[in-house]
């Protein structure tokens, strides 16, 4: 059983186009969030919801809008692609939000984007 | 602001050998340390969560330890296989985010 799954995993598509990306966990998690592993290999966060509300935006273009219909789904949704987007985006999800929480994250397998 | 560093980069070794691979961050004021392993075309699978009141955890042939005081940790893999072959990443929480990363050592594992 899959607790964090992505779809798709290949995403190619045009410049300007709008795409979206789905992710879901089965492990009954609080807290949900959205990585951005760039050409270079390096992962940063994006977007964390808690119980579907929005608590962290590092800094990412208002281009790219997570939902969150329930805890158990992160969807991102990009308007406008550019070729800059052109990366491998990771879903997570992890028991509480705490930062100081001792709980780990547990990651999807990533969707990888091209965008031309 | 957190940042995290790796060396080294990218490290081939033979099948067998013990290694160390490394990790530092600038703000030592963090809440736990986490290394993760990384697969080609997969996603990352958590290994090892040290607590900032702890010193080391292990899990098998894997040790990892903390200075947090000096804002270091290391990953210690005994014997090595070619299983073993990955990048790992080093991610440490502090602040209000939950975790930066490294970028990664890109370990290969030679039978």
């Known amino acids: 059983d899959t607790a964090v799954s992505q779809t798709p995993k290949y995403l190619v598509t045009q410049m300007g186009n709008d795409k979206s990306i789905k992710c879901e966990q089965n492990?009954?998690?609080?807290?949900m969030y959205w990585y951005k592993q760039d050409s270079k290999k390096f992962l940063k966060i994006m977007f964390s919801?808690?119980?579907?509300?929005?608590?962290i935006n590092e800094t990412v273009p208002n281009r790219f809008s997570p939902k969150s219909p329930d805890k158990a789904h992160l969807n991102l949704h990009i308007n406008s692609l550019e070729l800059g987007d052109s990366a491998v985006y990771f879903c997570?999800?992890?028991?509480?939000?705490?930062?100081?929480?001792?709980?780990?994250?547990?990651f999807g397998p990533g969707t990888r984007l091209l965008v031309l | 602001k957190q940042e995290v560093t790796q060396i080294p980069a990218a490290l081939s070794v033979p099948e067998g050998e013990n290694l160390v691979l490394n990790c530092s961050f600038t703000?030592?004021?963090?809440?736990?340390l986490q290394w993760f392993r990384q697969d080609p075309g997969k996603g990352l699978t958590s290994l090892l969560l040290?607590?900032?009141?702890?010193r080391e955890q292990t899990s098998g042939r894997l040790n990892a330890s903390l200075d947090k005081s000096s804002g270091r940790s290391t990953l210690y893999i005994a014997a090595s296989q070619p299983g073993d072959s990955a990048t790992y990443l080093c991610?440490?929480?502090?602040?209000?985010?939950?975790?930066?990363f490294g970028k990664g050592t890109r370990l290969s594992v030679i039978a």
């Open positions: 997570a999800s992890s028991q509480a939000f705490r930062v100081q929480s001792k709980k780990t994250q547990y």
């Open positions: 492990l009954g998690h609080d807290t």
């Open positions: 919801y808690n119980n579907k509300e929005l608590i």
């Open positions: 703000d030592s004021a963090i809440y736990n």
């Open positions: 040290i607590q900032s009141s702890q």
């Open positions: 991610a440490v929480t502090s602040g209000n985010t939950p975790l930066v």
